[in-house]
Structures are given as structure tokens and as C-alpha cells.
């Protein structure tokens, strides 16, 4: 059977063996998928040992997404614009470096969610890795302002100069968490935040009734930031949803197979 694995360091909690696997079983393709720990600073030779083993395909996890990037010889219009690849696709052409994070962020609110970004405000908190990822697909839905708001102001400026083109006049716009202004129909939370079990610092007046806060982040429990914005009106969401449909793009591209979401993201819930 064609093989395919998730590298990480660490790997031991990572869900995609169980969403892959699901997907592999709705969509009848006879396939092995596993996790991979690799070293720190071995990740391009753990690659090429698993394609040399007959590896189809991966996904990648932190740290190696940058590694991924700079491993492949080809990458996706998606992929240059994130910077960083998670998932990779081996063929006779050599290693091919897709990102389906923000198309699986996007997918999520739009479907999953029901909350459509065209038109809409939406705040965007962070320029990290996590963040950069997500702009293009969040334009292409043409809202009405996408705000990134970061620590670093220079790093959300330089994400806008970035993207500016792609972007009519005024929708896209850069700044810190204190010059946040105004009400948001969607409020991401793309910061490392969470995994501190801290709250950016984004005022709540950002949230009305209404709004949908997301989080990239997911556990058992709900994290700061979506309890925060659960408590001035907000209707919050969690991080597993995005990573079900990441898979199912990285899916899709692995076995030319788009699989069904709904059915699994509500099992492995």
C-alpha cells in the first residue's frame, strides 16, 4: 500500500494518523499513514529515507516547517505566499511543497462554520508563521478589511506590503494590538498565546454579538482567548475544525480524492 506519514518533533500527540486514516476509509483508498519523529536537525534526511522507503507523501508539523520549505525543489502559488510548507508530495518531479493550513482555516468558517468572509471585518491577531499562511485564502474571499495585529508592528506591516497588491484600497491594514479599532464580524487568533494559556492583548470591544473568535489553537477545554470572547458576545470556535480540513487538502492532493469533512471531524470530536 502507498505510504504516507506526519513528521514533527515532538509527533506523539499528532491527530493526523486518525484523520487520515478516516478519510482513507470513506474514500475507499488503501493506504498507510504513521508518525514520524524526527531529529531537530535531521529532518531533509528523514525525508529522503522515507521517500527511498517508497513514501508517497507527507505532512509536516513544527518546528520543520521552514525545513519543508527550503526542502522542496517545487512549491505551490500557497506555499510561496505562507513562506513555510506543510505538506509534501513526492512524485518523478521530485519534492513539491504545498501549505493547506490557510485553506483549511478558510474552509472551516465558511462551511463548518457558516460564516461567510466576504464583506466582512475580519481581525487577524499575530504575523507569525501561523498567520502568514492564512492571508491569501482570507483574501480571496474578498472581506472587507483584514486587520493583522501583532507585538512587532513591523512584521504585520511587512505581511501587508506583501500582500497589498492582492488586496483592494483600504481592505488591508497593519498595526499593534493597542491601535485595534472598531467591531469585528471575524476575530482570529493566530498568536502563541493559547499554548501559555494566555490572552493577547485585544480589547473587547473587537467582539459584538454575533462575532466568530476562533482560535488556531484546540485542546480539551476552551482557551483563554475563546472564553474571553465568549463572555462579550462572541460565538467562539476552537482550532480542530482548521485541521481536519488542512488534512483534507493535503488529502485531496496525496490521493486526488476530495474527502468528506463533517462526518469526520464530529467522530474524532
Not at 517508497?54 to 505532512?59: C, D, L, Q, S, T
Not at 507569525?128 to 495585529?149: D, N, Y
Not at 489553537?217 to 476552537?238: I, L, S
Not at 486526488?256 to 464530529?266: D, K, N, S
Request: net charge negative; hydrophobic share 50%.
Amino acid at each position: 500500500m502507498d505510504k504516507y506519514a506526519v513528521f514533527g518533533n515532538p509527533i506523539a500527540h499528532s491527530k493526523s494518523p486518525d484523520i487520515h486514516l478516516a478519510f482513507a476509509r470513506q474514500t475507499g483508498q488503501q493506504l498507510t499513514y504513521e508518525k514520524r519523529l524526527a531529529p531537530v536537525d535531521g529532518f531533509a534526511d528523514a525525508i529522503r529515507a522515507f521517500i527511498a522507503e517508497g513514501g508517497k507523501g507527507a505532512n509536516v508539523t513544527v518546528p520543520f516547517k521552514l525545513d519543508a520549505y527550503r526542502l522542496a525543489n517545487a512549491l505551490t502559488v500557497r506555499a510561496q505566499a505562507a513562506g513555510a510548507v506543510n505538506t509534501l508530495l513526492f512524485d518523478e518531479h521530485g519534492i513539491t511543497g504545498d501549505n493547506t493550513d490557510g485553506a483549511g482555516l478558510v474552509n472551516d468558517i465558511v462551511v463548518n462554520a457558516a460564516t461567510p468572509i466576504a464583506g466582512k471585518r475580519v481581525l487577524l491577531l499575530g504575523a507569525g508563521g501561523a498567520a502568514r499562511g492564512t492571508v491569501l485564502p482570507l483574501l480571496e474571499h474578498r472581506p472587507a478589511a483584514l486587520v493583522i495585529a501583532n507585538r512587532t508592528v513591523a512584521t504585520a506591516v511587512a505581511l501587508v506590503d506583501q500582500f497589498a497588491a492582492l488586496a483592494g484600497e483600504g481592505v488591508l491594514s497593519a498595526g499593534s494590538f493597542a491601535d485595534i479599532a472598531g467591531t469585528f464580524d471575524i476575530v482570529i487568533n493566530a498568536t502563541s498565546a493559547s499554548l501559555q494559556a494566555d490572552l493577547p492583548p485585544v480589547p473587547a470591544a473587537v467582539f459584538h454579538q454575533g462575532t466568530l473568535a476562533l482560535d488556531m489553537m484546540y485542546g480539551k477545554e476552551p482557551t483563554v482567548f475563546m472564553r474571553f470572547a465568549a463572555q462579550h458576545g462572541a460565538t467562539v470556535r476552537d482550532g480542530f475544525g482548521m485541521l481536519v480540513e488542512q488534512a483534507a487538502e493535503a488529502f485531496e492532493g496525496f490521493r486526488g480524492v476530495r474527502p468528506h469533512t463533517a462526518e469526520v471531524l464530529e467522530n474524532l470530536r
